[in-house]
């Protein structure tokens, strides 16, 4: 047991509650940051394996009807690109140029997706088509998903 | 124990008083409160010794914590585990404090055990009755060590990655079992998702579980048979029990929190000024980055391998030292046995030259891996002796000096 | 009398005998001949194509010279073969000739027999071709597997026309069964008549009906390209047996003069065909870097040289080609043209570059420098990238220093340059390697944050953005610009350049303020070490408060009782 044969002085008891607040201080500067980070955020985009677009089927077939097509969004830490095809399939890719690595994009007034750089030209389904890509852009695995508002999101994956 | 008592007033209890009796009256905790209060611990020369122990716990107690926190969010698959270690240091609030903590700390932690390892060995506390505390002492410092390396894959970088290919390529030195060895640590004959599966389950269930079961038998035992007292002391007071001591609690408890707020401040130090640095994701068909080698716990082990030519008594060099070594963990392992005088408090010269020696080889070949010192096998050993020769030397006169003062 | 009688009677006899003896022989070698060694010919042109056959024979020609030099030589009539040994099987079994109608030829006679499907046609000619002691006229059936002609059925016959159920020299090369000659005169030593030997290919390949039963879609204008090219037109003038004729480039792996090569023709899409893109620039430089062989020959005036394919080796589509195996990769005919193979004149060079670099190509078409180079000769993208070693384009080309390419016209004022001219192209220079510069401390700078374990926040005008991928955007920017440069004006090049500009602030901004927050942490250690170090220094203090500890006699000094 703790000896308690001193009477406690004004000094000591002063001593003792400086103690305690300063433990207590130092509790929280260590629970502080803990509780932080425990509480989740949203989804780490760059690392997931799966990352929804920044825009629904609708939207994206609203904006393609008009000739336009949304920018490319970050997946795994590249632009991806998605397309709506005329059979409502949807597709997603890794929007780098095969050629010179400068980023594509799609043209829907065209029915091509296109590198400005070079004028490299590819089909809706990333097969080069003309100028100088050599291989095919990278496919992603793709498909909708229906949330509870009722609206249909679109989800891209690594394909494994 | 309670700080409260002290400035009570004298009629009623406060609420952390009755708090107390609450919990006493229900868990029993009496038998802890008698234990602590009993514990007492011998005030000498070597006193600040006794801290070591203490403070490998609560780096244990800091790495468990941050371990717990850290799996929150880590993802043990190779495509995953890069990005997951990437998330934590860049994107999840503070968890760049958190996995440096827990990095900075794993190494403070095996230092310590070095140091804890080296002065019970000085105090000759492992004299009888506490051969078993020494020998669990022991296979906990394994198993520490195997929570090292086991932990330093996780983060799949290209360091982490090549490290384990060489280090679980020199288990494959031992002799007979060595091949079976290698497979099954590596879950498989290369380094691969497999391994990190493997070395996951390993770090955060198996050893934390194994640890947990050697560490209270440690522990129970330290209790039981209370704190050794170094021979030299127990000759000046004439006899162990004669030896002043200062209750467990709350003087050298109230110590060893300084200890501990004083690590904490050094971590939390390390993490903000020196983060432990993410790397780049391993890329197995790569070649290996140069100068490849382990975490410096390790290196004197890496460094003797290094020097010795590829074959030595017709043995491979992997096998010669992988044996070398375990050699020297079964002599260390048995040296309560071989301290035939430890009971009679006489001297051990055989032993404590040895011992001096390893010290100074340890640290010879330590600077030799980490590329301070550039050293060959026989100029590394000679090193070592002359240092430890010299070291010896230096102690018998100081002993002598020490003796003139006593009587003095 | 009667002794006259014996001796001819026994003449008689011995010669019979030994005729006999001889067709025995003789008829045992040819069962075995199928194996003959004799690999060096170069291939021979196929044979006057039989009317109706569909078939592709291929001939067992053996063209002995080089095969650049190519003329396979007709076979001359060979050693004494027995006359009275009855046709044995054909010794290749050429699969059945598909149904179609034939023109009236005196070849269409040797086709005619074996009209039933299923029925091999006989093909007695390797019987003596086969061990031809004449190297050049030495064919295998081996050496015809591979030929696409042989593979699709055709024969010796088909392209060199004669009576293949013949096993002797003279009633096989008939001239009345269609036998074509490539040589004029029967000296083999010498190569065949070039002229023939194109006219021979030509045939058929420049025939519709005869090639549409092979290939519903055929090219037939090769025979005229031809005539239009370096070659042709060389070979118009003099039948000059060193120029290239269709079997130097597409029959299969030749040699030279003494070591003629095989015969036959491998599809162009096959890896061994000397025309297989990796392999056309050697086809070429069998010729065309052989010093002695171009030795003395010209084009519009200046010497031919020899050292192309040297050069052409060390360029970046040589690069590309051989080791990335990206067959997009010009080669030789990609640029000179296949069939009309010429170098392309002065003003039509760009256009040759722009069948692959038109964006380019465009943008230079529309600039001063093009008709300047134009109106002095001037090989337009040639000038500055060179014409066959050409190698990867750098920023470090352009500028006013030592070793850019602007400086040979621009420094002195040659051709026309003007002094603005070099100082534009210095601030190209400039320019683009500032932008260049800035890009890369821009991904260093964020590579120091991801160290420090920042997280980086989004730029300016996007914050949801990735730093590293929104920095891409100025590496577009460099790109564009370094193609915008070739309209050699000032304004498009900085409109692209200012865009990059403007990305990589942003981006340095962001990278910037996360090494910020990182030195913030620094204050964050400080606050939390504050009551670290607060519990520390009261501990100390409230330790000392403790009652003191009983020492023992020995320890008791007047200061510490």
């Given at each position: 047991?703790?000896?308690?044969?001193?009477?406690?002085?004004?000094?000591?008891?002063?001593?003792?509650?400086?103690?305690?607040?300063?433990?207590?201080?130092?509790?929280?500067?260590?629970?502080?940051?803990?509780?932080?980070?425990?509480?989740?955020?949203?989804?780490?985009?760059?690392?997931?394996?799966?990352?929804?677009?920044?825009?629904?089927?609708?939207?994206?077939?609203?904006?393609?009807?008009?000739?336009?097509?949304?920018?490319?969004?970050?997946?795994?830490?590249?632009?991806?690109?998605?397309?709506?095809?005329?059979?409502?399939?949807?597709?997603?890719?890794?929007?780098?140029?095969?050629?010179?690595?400068?980023?594509?994009?799609?043209?829907?007034?065209?029915?091509?997706?296109?590198?400005?750089?070079?004028?490299?030209?590819?089909?809706?389904?990333?097969?080069?088509?003309?100028?100088?890509?050599?291989?095919?852009?990278?496919?992603?695995?793709?498909?909708?998903?229906?949330?509870?508002?009722?609206?249909?999101?679109?989800?891209?994956?690594?394909?494994? | 124990?309670?700080?409260?008592?002290?400035?009570?007033?004298?009629?009623?209890?406060?609420?952390?008083?009755?708090?107390?009796?609450?919990?006493?009256?229900?868990?029993?905790?009496?038998?802890?409160?008698?234990?602590?209060?009993?514990?007492?611990?011998?005030?000498?020369?070597?006193?600040?010794?006794?801290?070591?122990?203490?403070?490998?716990?609560?780096?244990?107690?800091?790495?468990?914590?941050?371990?717990?926190?850290?799996?929150?969010?880590?993802?043990?698959?190779?495509?995953?585990?890069?990005?997951?270690?990437?998330?934590?240091?860049?994107?999840?609030?503070?968890?760049?404090?958190?996995?440096?903590?827990?990095?900075?700390?794993?190494?403070?932690?095996?230092?310590?055990?070095?140091?804890?390892?080296?002065?019970?060995?000085?105090?000759?506390?492992?004299?009888?009755?506490?051969?078993?505390?020494?020998?669990?002492?022991?296979?906990?410092?394994?198993?520490?060590?195997?929570?090292?390396?086991?932990?330093?894959?996780?983060?799949?970088?290209?360091?982490?990655?090549?490290?384990?290919?060489?280090?679980?390529?020199?288990?494959?030195?031992?002799?007979?079992?060595?091949?079976?060895?290698?497979?099954?640590?590596?879950?498989?004959?290369?380094?691969?998702?497999?391994?990190?599966?493997?070395?996951?389950?390993?770090?955060?269930?198996?050893?934390?579980?194994?640890?947990?079961?050697?560490?209270?038998?440690?522990?129970?035992?330290?209790?039981?048979?209370?704190?050794?007292?170094?021979?030299?002391?127990?000759?000046?007071?004439?006899?162990?029990?004669?030896?002043?001591?200062?209750?467990?609690?709350?003087?050298?408890?109230?110590?060893?929190?300084?200890?501990?707020?004083?690590?904490?401040?050094?971590?939390?130090?390390?993490?903000?000024?020196?983060?432990?640095?993410?790397?780049?994701?391993?890329?197995?068909?790569?070649?290996?980055?140069?100068?490849?080698?382990?975490e410096w716990y390790f290196l004197f082990m890496f460094a003797t391998l290094e020097q010795t030519p590829s074959h030595v008594f017709g043995l491979e060099n992997k096998q010669a030292v992988v044996l070398f070594f375990s050699l020297v963990g079964l002599v260390v392992l048995a040296?309560?046995?071989?301290?035939?005088?430890?009971?009679?408090?006489?001297?051990?010269?055989?032993?404590?030259?040895?011992?001096?020696?390893?010290?100074?080889?340890?640290?010879?070949?330590?600077?030799?891996?980490?590329?301070?010192?550039?050293?060959?096998?026989?100029?590394?050993?000679?090193?070592?002796?002359?240092?430890?020769?010299?070291?010896?030397?230096?102690?018998?006169?100081?002993?002598?000096?020490?003796?003139?003062?006593?009587?003095? | 009398?009667?002794?006259?009688?014996?001796?001819?009677?026994?003449?008689?006899?011995?010669?019979?005998?030994?005729?006999?003896?001889?067709?025995?022989?003789?008829?045992?070698?040819?069962?075995?001949?199928?194996?003959?060694?004799?690999?060096?010919?170069?291939?021979?042109?196929?044979?006057?194509?039989?009317?109706?056959?569909?078939?592709?024979?291929?001939?067992?020609?053996?063209?002995?010279?080089?095969?650049?030099?190519?003329?396979?030589?007709?076979?001359?009539?060979?050693?004494?073969?027995?006359?009275?040994?009855?046709?044995?099987?054909?010794?290749?079994?050429?699969?059945?000739?598909?149904?179609?109608?034939?023109?009236?030829?005196?070849?269409?006679?040797?086709?005619?027999?074996?009209?039933?499907?299923?029925?091999?046609?006989?093909?007695?000619?390797?019987?003596?071709?086969?061990?031809?002691?004449?190297?050049?006229?030495?064919?295998?059936?081996?050496?015809?597997?591979?030929?696409?002609?042989?593979?699709?059925?055709?024969?010796?016959?088909?392209?060199?026309?004669?009576?293949?159920?013949?096993?002797?020299?003279?009633?096989?090369?008939?001239?009345?069964?269609?036998?074509?000659?490539?040589?004029?005169?029967?000296?083999?030593?010498?190569?065949?008549?070039?002229?023939?030997?194109?006219?021979?290919?030509?045939?058929?390949?420049?025939?519709?009906?005869?090639?549409?039963?092979?290939?519903?879609?055929?090219?037939?204008?090769?025979?005229?390209?031809?005539?239009?090219?370096?070659?042709?037109?060389?070979?118009?003038?003099?039948?000059?047996?060193?120029?290239?004729?269709?079997?130097?480039?597409?029959?299969?792996?030749?040699?030279?003069?003494?070591?003629?090569?095989?015969?036959?023709?491998?599809?162009?899409?096959?890896?061994?065909?000397?025309?297989?893109?990796?392999?056309?620039?050697?086809?070429?430089?069998?010729?065309?870097?052989?010093?002695?062989?171009?030795?003395?020959?010209?084009?519009?005036?200046?010497?031919?040289?020899?050292?192309?394919?040297?050069?052409?080796?060390?360029?970046?589509?040589?690069?590309?080609?051989?080791?990335?195996?990206?067959?997009?990769?010009?080669?030789?005919?990609?640029?000179?043209?296949?069939?009309?193979?010429?170098?392309?004149?002065?003003?039509?060079?760009?256009?040759?570059?722009?069948?692959?670099?038109?964006?380019?190509?465009?943008?230079?078409?529309?600039?001063?420098?093009?008709?300047a180079f134009e109106r002095v000769g001037l090989p337009g993208c040639a000038t500055c990238h060179g014409a066959h070693d050409i190698r990867h384009a750098t920023i470090d080309m352009l500028g006013m220093h030592d070793g850019a390419v602007c400086v040979g016209c621009h420094d002195?004022?040659?051709?026309?340059?003007?002094?603005?001219?070099?100082?534009?192209?210095?601030?190209?220079?400039?320019?683009?390697?500032?932008?260049?510069?800035?890009?890369?401390?821009?991904?260093?700078?964020?590579?120091?944050?991801?160290?420090?374990?920042?997280?980086?926040?989004?730029?300016?005008?996007?914050?949801?953005?990735?730093?590293?991928?929104?920095?891409?955007?100025?590496?577009?920017?460099?790109?564009?610009?370094?193609?915008?440069?070739?309209?050699?004006?000032?304004?498009?090049?900085?409109?692209?350049?200012?865009?990059?500009?403007?990305?990589?602030?942003?981006?340095?901004?962001?990278?910037?303020?996360?090494?910020?927050?990182?030195?913030?942490?620094?204050?964050?250690?400080?606050?939390?070490?504050?009551?670290?170090?607060?519990?520390?220094?009261?501990?100390?203090?409230?330790?000392?408060?403790?009652?003191?500890?009983?020492?023992?006699?020995?320890?008791?000094?007047?200061?510490?009782?």
């Amino acid at each position: 047991m703790m000896e308690a044969t001193s009477p406690s002085t004004p000094r000591r008891a002063w001593l003792v509650r400086t103690l305690q607040a300063s433990v207590a201080a130092s509790v929280a500067a260590i629970f502080y940051p803990v509780v932080r980070f425990l509480w989740p955020r949203r989804g780490t985009v760059s690392s997931a394996a799966e990352v929804v677009a920044p825009f629904t089927v609708a939207q994206l077939k609203s904006l393609q009807e008009k000739g336009e097509a949304p920018p490319p969004f970050n997946f795994d830490n590249k632009p991806c690109l998605v397309v709506l095809m005329p059979d409502g399939d949807l597709r997603a890719y890794n929007g780098i140029c095969t050629h010179v690595a400068c980023t594509v994009t799609v043209r829907p007034g065209h029915g091509d997706i296109f590198c400005n750089c070079h004028n490299g030209v590819y089909d809706l389904n990333g097969q080069p088509v003309s100028g100088p890509p050599p291989r095919p852009l990278e496919a992603y695995k793709v498909f909708r998903r229906k949330t509870p508002s009722g609206q249909e999101e679109i989800v891209v994956s690594r394909s494994t | 124990m309670s700080l409260a008592a002290l400035d009570s007033p004298p009629n009623r209890p406060r609420w952390t008083a009755r708090l107390k009796e609450f919990l006493i009256d229900r868990l029993g905790l009496e038998t802890f409160a008698e234990l602590a209060a009993k514990k007492r611990v011998p005030i000498h020369r070597s006193t600040v010794f006794y801290f070591l122990g203490g403070m490998a716990l609560f780096l244990f107690g800091i790495q468990v914590v941050t371990g717990i926190l850290l799996s929150l969010y880590y993802k043990p698959s190779p495509d995953q585990a890069f990005e997951s270690v990437r998330a934590i240091m860049t994107e999840i609030e503070y968890g760049w404090l958190i996995r440096s903590i827990h990095s900075w700390s794993a190494n403070l932690l095996i230092g310590v055990l070095y140091l804890h390892l080296l002065t019970t060995f000085i105090m000759r506390a492992y004299r009888r009755p506490r051969e078993f505390t020494w020998i669990t002492g022991l296979v906990l410092l394994a198993m520490f060590l195997a929570f090292g390396f086991s932990g330093y894959l996780l983060p799949w970088n290209q360091l982490a990655f090549f490290a384990t290919k060489v280090g679980t390529d020199i288990t494959g030195g031992v002799p007979l079992v060595g091949e079976s060895m290698l497979l099954l640590a590596r879950s498989g004959e290369e380094v691969t998702g497999d391994t990190l599966a493997r070395f996951y389950s390993l770090h955060v269930v198996i050893l934390p579980l194994a640890v947990l079961a050697v560490l209270g038998v440690h522990l129970y035992l330290v209790q039981k048979h209370g704190m050794s007292v170094p021979d030299a002391a127990a000759r000046r007071y004439g006899g162990p029990e004669h030896v002043p001591s200062m209750p467990f609690v709350p003087h050298f408890l109230l110590r060893d929190m300084v200890g501990w707020y004083v690590a904490l401040g050094l971590l939390a130090a390390l993490a903000a000024l020196f983060p432990w640095e993410l790397g780049t994701k391993a890329d197995p068909f790569g070649a290996a980055p140069e100068g490849i080698k382990p975490e410096w716990y390790f290196l004197f082990m890496f460094a003797t391998l290094e020097q010795t030519p590829s074959h030595v008594f017709g043995l491979e060099n992997k096998q010669a030292v992988v044996l070398f070594f375990s050699l020297v963990g079964l002599v260390v392992l048995a040296v309560p046995f071989l301290d035939r005088r430890a009971d009679r408090g006489g001297p051990r010269p055989a032993l404590s030259f040895l011992a001096t020696w390893a010290v100074f080889a340890f640290v010879v070949q330590t600077a030799v891996g980490l590329g301070l010192l550039h050293f060959g096998l026989s100029v590394s050993v000679f090193v070592s002796g002359a240092l430890a020769i010299a070291f010896r030397l230096l102690m018998l006169w100081w002993c002598a000096l020490d003796r003139r003062r006593m009587s003095a | 009398m009667r002794t006259r009688l014996r001796v001819v009677l026994l003449s008689g006899l011995l010669g019979a005998a030994a005729m006999f003896a001889a067709g025995w022989s003789a008829a045992g070698d040819a069962a075995g001949a199928e194996t003959a060694a004799a690999a060096d010919e170069s291939p021979a042109p196929p044979p006057p194509p039989p009317p109706p056959v569909p078939k592709k024979t291929e001939t067992p020609g053996k063209s002995p010279d080089a095969p650049p030099k190519a003329a396979p030589a007709p076979p001359p009539p060979p050693p004494p073969p027995p006359a009275t040994k009855p046709s044995e099987k054909p010794a290749p079994k050429a699969p059945a000739a598909p149904e179609t109608k034939a023109p009236a030829s005196p070849a269409a006679k040797a086709l005619a027999k074996p009209g039933e499907r299923g029925q091999p046609r006989p093909n007695q000619c390797l019987t003596c071709h086969a061990e031809h002691a004449e190297p050049r006229l030495r064919v295998t059936e081996s050496d015809m597997a591979g030929d696409v002609h042989w593979q699709k059925g055709l024969r010796c016959v088909d392209c060199h026309g004669g009576d293949p159920a013949w096993e002797e020299a003279r009633g096989a090369h008939a001239e009345e069964d269609g036998f074509r000659r490539l040589r004029s005169d029967s000296d083999l030593t010498k190569p065949p008549d070039p002229v023939r030997v194109v006219e021979l290919c030509g045939d058929c390949h420049a025939n519709i009906e005869r090639m549409r039963p092979f290939n519903p879609s055929p090219r037939t204008d090769q025979l005229r390209e031809y005539w239009t090219s370096g070659h042709g037109r060389r070979l118009k003038e003099s039948a000059d047996p060193a120029v290239a004729t269709c079997v130097s480039c597409h029959a299969k792996p030749h040699g030279t003069a003494a070591d003629p090569g095989k015969h036959g023709v491998l599809a162009v899409a096959d890896l061994n065909s000397p025309v297989y893109p990796k392999n056309v620039a050697k086809t070429c430089a069998t010729c065309h870097a052989d010093a002695k062989l171009m030795a003395g020959r010209q084009y519009h005036g200046r010497p031919i040289g020899h050292q192309q394919y040297d050069e052409w080796s060390r360029s970046v589509h040589a690069e590309t080609l051989l080791k990335k195996g990206d067959l997009s990769a010009p080669t030789c005919n990609d640029c000179h043209g296949n069939h009309g193979a010429l170098p392309p004149d002065v003003d039509s060079v760009a256009n040759a570059c722009g069948t692959c670099h038109g964006k380019i190509a465009g943008l230079f078409a529309t600039t001063r420098m093009k008709h300047a180079f134009e109106r002095v000769g001037l090989p337009g993208c040639a000038t500055c990238h060179g014409a066959h070693d050409i190698r990867h384009a750098t920023i470090d080309m352009l500028g006013m220093h030592d070793g850019a390419v602007c400086v040979g016209c621009h420094d002195k004022g040659r051709h026309g340059a003007t002094v603005a001219g070099g100082e534009a192209a210095r601030k190209f220079r400039n320019d683009l390697d500032g932008l260049r510069r800035a890009i890369e401390e821009a991904e260093a700078k964020i590579e120091e944050a991801e160290r420090l374990g920042m997280a980086i926040p989004g730029p300016r005008s996007d914050p949801r953005a990735d730093a590293r991928m929104y920095l891409r955007k100025a590496g577009d920017a460099l790109t564009a610009a370094r193609v915008e440069i070739h309209g050699f004006a000032a304004a498009p090049v900085e409109k692209v350049l200012a865009a990059g500009r403007e990305t990589v602030a942003e981006v340095q901004e962001s990278a910037e303020s996360a090494i910020r927050q990182h030195h913030a942490r620094r204050i964050w250690l400080a606050a939390s070490l504050v009551p670290i170090l607060l519990v520390i220094v009261v501990l100390v203090l409230y330790i000392r408060t403790l009652p003191p500890v009983p020492l023992a006699a020995q320890d008791r000094t007047p200061g510490n009782p």
